[in-house]
């Protein structure tokens, strides 16, 4: 990959980062503004909280994925497939540029990353049958 565009996605990185850290201050602010307009002694709806929480995980987890993907440019490694080492094609990047894994690891990973790819691999095992 060619300094340019390291640059270009060092800029496009930095973007996503600053959108999702803004994300994250908007919806603590959310949180406290519900919680001082509460009644004193009123129970909190459990489902909002867990709901807004599940919502700042994500973003915590895109954030810690951008700023992986930051420290690998800064390191030189950025496009490089974290798992098998190969280089991740360009449009994939253009489309995900925090990704760590080229598509081949990223459909088939060796640890399962996500519930809904182990769920996927499920099925097709069940259909290959
Ligand atoms: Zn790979």
Request: charged share 25%; net charge positive; aromatic share 6%.
């Amino acid at each position: 990959m060619d300094a340019q565009r390291r640059q270009g996605f060092a800029v496009l990185l930095q973007r996503q980062r600053e959108a999702l850290l803004r994300q994250l201050a908007a919806a603590t602010s959310v949180k406290g503004s519900l919680a001082a307009r509460r009644e004193p002694g009123t129970p909190s709806a459990p489902w909002d909280t867990s709901r807004s929480a599940a919502g700042t995980g994500r973003t915590h987890q895109a954030l810690e994925k951008v700023d992986a993907a930051l420290a690998r440019l800064a390191a030189g490694s950025y496009g490089t497939c974290t798992t098998c080492g190969r280089e991740i094609a360009l449009d994939r990047l253009d489309l995900v540029p925090a990704t760590a894994y080229c598509l081949r690891c990223a459909r088939h990973p060796p640890r399962a990353d996500t519930g809904v790819t182990r769920l996927t691999a499920a099925w097709a095992k069940f259909y290959r049958r």
